[in-house]
């Protein structure tokens, strides 16, 4: 034990900590403001999916076919792959694929359609009863969907939303191999390419702790908003 | 008045049309409360569905106070359906919404009644169904029953003339069952609303219902006023449902009837005739002795009822027969 701390001490004062802070910082953008936009596009994709499928309120066989199919494609390919396919996109859209910017099309990319699959999920658990007796009140599809479908909904969306989360902490982790910023990008920039573990080592830590605090914030929302 | 015209429903399943009701015409009158009767899969469930559309008939028109529902477009449709309110036997209340957010839904929905409007009709409804004081619980916090009446308040928010029940006792026990329809009867009465009552239970319909229909294989075998079908059932379903509901083994009756001796006679009794001192006065002045094989007192909605399957024995059989005939009752002979 005494032998320990001053070697543990001789290897973190090799790294650089504010590195370490800017880089949690841009992976903590990379996640939020592609969660944001993954929930914003996911949410309705997730909905029409729902709503579209066979004896549904809207059901449509051939849009639900085409969409389910575009959901599929985004979701079979492996995320280290999308990032490389969505270069010109992003470049497009962003005007840069690198850095933290340059991140989020990809993220979102790969995001969306399994946040969209996850909400499909949960409004498919949404007793049809209650559909059948909003539409007996005179509902319109439309205030089917909000008034009574995602409040109903909403603690199965909410942990789809955790889900989602952490998945985009580890996509954006592996946005640093091309060139994204970040956790992922300080890890294969210094650990790998430079051989330094403790940098290594840390950001995983880090990462962990991330992950580890958004599903405690997810699991109590869901707890909170759970009414059954 | 609700009108069935020449209506028809069948679902599609892999191509082939699967009828689940028979082109079917009947009237409901406005006020009655209308029983429909049939075991699962008779149709009954597609039958109240098809009121309030949430079914579409395959063929025919239905006419609610003279005006062609099956024709209404979106618009007027969702219009219609807040005069119609419906409940369910699984109560189907939103689990995310307090007790009075779920009353008050069908309101907001409309967009009709403002915020103090909402809250007061809340208050009222919430008093009628005896749940003051419950209004911010939410579902799960609930009994069964209590459930149902907040379905009760939920279907009546906004002032419907028709209130559809769907097999909405099945899911409770008995002494709630009967809290319950004793509130649809009130309610009934006091507002004068149609309701329409779906059920498996003859017991149900007996309790509460002014006629009743029975359903058997999409079809309605038999209609007619509660009493008539409860006393004399014509269809062999009806009849089935009858001792069903008064827990009469088929088998075991006929082994009764084997033991006794003499004339068997089956007495239905309705109405005052029910208190009177009848056997007493056959047994004296025509001297028959009688057994009693089975019986049973009761009531059709207010009415008392008895219904008495008698052995007679000795005496002058034709003079029991003659004092029965004058009486307010009526005689089957069962041998």
Known sequence: MNDLMPQLQSLLTHVDWSEIGWASWDTLVMVGVSLLFSVLIGLPLGVLLFLTSKRQLLAQTRVYAVLSFVVNILRSVPFIILLIVMIPVTMMIIGTSLGVAGAIPPLVAGGAPFFARLVETSLREVDRGIIEATQAMGASVRQIVLGALLPEALPGIIAGITVTAITLVSYAAMSGVVGGGGLGDLAIRFGYQRFQTDVMVITVALLVIFVQLLQMLGDRLVLYFSRR | ??????????????????????????????????????????????????????????????????????????????????????????????????VADNIAFPMKLAGLYSAADIRARVDELLALVSLTDQGRKYPSQLSGGQKQRVGIARALACRPTILLCDEATSALDPQTTQSVLKLLAD????????????????????????????????????????????????????????????RVDQEELKTDLQHASGRILRLTLQGEATYQPLLGRVARESGVDFSILSGRIDHIKETPYGQLTLSLVGGDLDQAMAVLNRADVHVEVLR
């Open chain 2, 187 to 246: 309610i009934n009465r006091q507002l004068g609303l149609t309701i329409v009552l779906i059920t498996h239970e003859m017991d149900v319909v007996r309790r509460v219902c002014d006629r009743v229909a029975v359903m058997d294989g999409g079809k309605v075998v038999e209609l007619g006023p509660v009493n008539e079908v409860f006393l004399h059932p014509q269809h062999a379903t009806t009849r089935d449902f009858v001792m069903e509901s008064e």
């Open chain 2, 1 to 98: 008045m609700i009108e069935f015209d020449q209506v028809e429903k069948a679902y599609q399943v892999g191509g082939r049309a699967i009828p689940a009701l028979h082109p079917t015409s009947l009237s409901i009158q406005t006020g009655e409360v209308f029983g429909i009767v049939g075991h699962s899969g008779a149709g009954k469930s597609t039958l109240v569905r098809l009121i309030n559309l949430l079914e579409r008939p395959t063929g025919g028109r239905i006419l609610v106070d003279g005006e062609v529902v099956t024709d209404y477009g979106s618009g007027t449709l969702r219009a219609f359906r807040r005069k119609v309110g419906m409940i369910f036997q699984h109560f189907n209340l939103l689990s995310s919404k307090t």
